[in-house]
């Protein structure tokens, strides 16, 4: 995994500020494979509850994750009881690691 402690602190207290301490916090994409560079960071958040204002929610966090790490590009999927099954999220819980 290419993401520091500190890096992933700032992920999870973001996530727990927005969504509440039991959204759980996925890194997947390029940044799980340690023989990549660069790339995005790319998250999948699973909410055990609905989430209403899905866009404004992805918005804010993208947002304020890139500013906190320094301009970053920051990918944001949100899946909560109400998201259809799709091939990313399947992709992002095969192969994401939680933070």
Do not use: W
């Not at 993401?3 to 700032?10: N, P």
């Amino acid at each position: 995994m290419r993401l520091d402690k500190h890096t992933c602190q700032i992920i999870q207290e973001e996530v727990a500020k927005q969504f509440g301490i039991r959204a759980v916090v996925r890194l997947f994409g390029s940044r799980t494979d340690d023989l990549q560079r660069g790339g995005d960071i790319d998250l999948l958040i699973e909410l055990d509850h609905l989430l209403d204002h899905r866009t404004k929610a992805y918005c804010q966090l993208s947002s304020r994750l890139s500013i906190q790490l320094g301009g970053r590009q920051v990918d944001v999927l949100i899946k909560d009881p109400s998201s259809l099954p799709s091939p990313i999220y399947n992709l992002a819980l095969q192969t994401g690691i939680v933070l």
